[in-house]
């Protein structure tokens, strides 16, 4: 293939983004400098938190710009390199986004072992979701033995993750999802103690009957009517580690809402904001525990692939809808031998 295919942001979103928000643009092949590799784009990852950067409004990250790819977390096998460090054939993982090639700074990238475990975890368990989930909980969250946690988002690629990771630590999980084949899975696969449907069950008596002794930790993926109704059930010093607000992502009003202070105070409660590249000093430690959790069984992580680059924008609104179960991703080309 002679040319690059990508999608760009070709205006800022209002509401729910649709399609005619982005446009699918040809440009020549890429040529890598020095210090540079050829990748060839096996899966791209899509994530909720994109769509924050779709809007001009200051944020922890700075906005998409009108008329250029979309930025996110990639997985790719290198097509040509610079740099002898990297060869053909090796696998990275980086930030090039949706795009089916990039030329790409080796200072930027990390290798992917596939005899470890298969690349695309390394958009997953094993990449910026796993150490989302790790770092939120145990840093902020801190689950004791005989606690209980409650997960928004359960069914999530992050979700699932904390989830597990508070069972290893002792926690009784409740997880809240949007189907009851997810409130399912989490129950019957991943071994949570219990899973509530929000657009079924009557959540505040579910949340009461689920978490008979409070809320110790609650890991926020959501916002919206869901914490509000989880952040009734605190206890005295529970921890709120906010890890995202998907219920708020496409409203186009600020939204309004109970005042908490009051809640917190009284619990002496701690609510913390937080973002995953503050560790990034520490995502050895990270990576290396879960990897150790992953090859022993003790924790699972499920997939959502949608095949095809031309499908990218369906599984990027799919996130809004609830439709992953899992980590979303787009397969882009085949792993090459």
Same mark, same amino acid.
């Given at each position: 293939?002679?040319?690059?295919?990508?999608?760009?942001?070709?205006?800022?979103?209002?509401?729910?983004?649709?399609?005619?928000?982005f446009?699918?643009?040809?440009?020549?092949?890429p040529?890598p400098?020095?210090?540079? =590799?050829?990748?060839?784009?096996?899966? +791209?990852? =899509?994530?909720?938190?994109?769509?924050?950067?779709?809007?001009?409004? #200051?944020?922890?990250? %700075?906005?998409?710009? =009108?008329?250029?790819?979309?930025?996110?977390?990639?997985?790719?096998?290198?097509?040509?390199?610079?740099?002898?460090?990297?060869?053909?054939?090796?696998?990275?993982?980086?930030?090039?986004?949706?795009?089916?090639?990039? *030329?790409?700074?080796?200072?930027?990238?990390?290798?992917?072992?596939?005899?470890?475990?298969?690349?695309?975890?390394? @958009?997953?368990?094993?990449?910026?979701?796993?150490?989302?989930?790790?770092?939120?909980?145990l840093?902020?969250?801190?689950?004791?033995?005989?606690?209980?946690?409650?997960?928004?988002?359960?069914?999530?690629?992050?979700?699932?993750?904390?989830?597990?990771?508070?069972?290893?630590?002792?926690?009784?999980?409740?997880?809240?999802?949007?189907?009851?084949e997810?409130?399912?899975?989490?129950?019957?696969?991943?071994?949570?103690?219990? *899973?509530?449907?929000?657009?079924?069950?009557?959540?505040?008596?579910?949340?009461?009957?689920?978490?008979?002794?409070?809320?110790?930790?609650?890991?926020?993926?959501?916002?919206?009517?869901?914490?509000?109704? =989880? +952040?009734? @059930?605190?206890?005295?010093?529970?921890?709120?580690?906010?890890c995202?607000?998907?219920?708020?992502?496409?409203l186009? %009003?600020?939204?309004?809402?109970?005042?908490?202070?009051?809640? @917190?105070?009284?619990?002496t409660?701690?609510?913390?904001?937080?973002?995953?590249?503050?560790?990034?000093?520490?995502?050895?430690?990270?990576?290396?525990? @879960?990897a150790?959790?992953?090859?022993d069984?003790?924790? #699972?992580?499920?997939?959502?692939?949608?095949?095809?680059?031309?499908?990218?924008?369906?599984?990027?609104?799919? +996130?809004?809808?609830?439709?992953?179960?899992? %980590?979303? +991703?787009?397969?882009?080309?085949?792993?090459?031998?």
């Amino acid at each position: 293939m002679s040319v690059n295919e990508r999608i760009i942001l070709a205006k800022r979103p209002q509401g729910m983004p649709d399609e005619s928000d982005f446009a699918f643009e040809e440009q020549p092949l890429p040529v890598p400098q020095a210090g540079e =590799v050829l990748v060839r784009t096996v899966y +791209l990852s =899509v994530d909720p938190y994109m769509r924050g950067r779709m809007s001009d409004a #200051k944020s922890y990250a %700075k906005p998409y710009e =009108v008329g250029q790819v979309i930025a996110g977390g990639a997985v790719g096998q290198v097509m040509e390199s610079t740099d002898p460090t990297y060869r053909e054939g090796d696998f990275v993982t980086g930030s090039w986004g949706w795009q089916r090639f990039a *030329a790409v700074s080796t200072g930027t990238l990390r290798k992917v072992n596939p005899d470890l475990a298969p690349v695309s975890t390394a @958009l997953g368990v094993l990449g910026m979701t796993g150490l989302t989930a790790y770092f939120g909980l145990l840093d902020i969250g801190q689950p004791q033995a005989g606690e209980t946690v409650v997960v928004s988002g359960g069914a999530g690629a992050v979700g699932m993750i904390v989830g597990q990771i508070a069972k290893i630590k002792g926690a009784r999980v409740v997880g809240i999802a949007g189907s009851d084949e997810k409130t399912t899975y989490l129950t019957e696969e991943l071994g949570f103690d219990a *899973a509530i449907n929000y657009r079924t069950d009557d959540l505040k008596a579910a949340l009461v009957e689920a978490c008979p002794e409070g809320v110790d930790v609650y890991f926020d993926n959501v916002g919206g009517d869901v914490s509000d109704q =989880v +952040l009734r @059930l605190i206890n005295k010093n529970a921890r709120i580690p906010i890890c995202g607000q998907i219920a708020l992502y496409n409203l186009e %009003k600020p939204d309004t809402g109970p005042r908490i202070q009051s809640l @917190l105070l009284t619990n002496t409660a701690l609510m913390k904001g937080f973002l995953v590249g503050d560790y990034a000093s520490r995502y050895n430690e990270g990576l290396h525990e @879960l990897a150790e959790w992953l090859r022993d069984g003790r924790i #699972k992580h499920a997939e959502n692939v949608v095949d095809g680059f031309d499908k990218t924008l369906e599984a990027f609104l799919g +996130l809004f809808t609830g439709e992953n179960l899992g %980590k979303q +991703l787009v397969k882009v080309s085949k792993e090459q031998k």
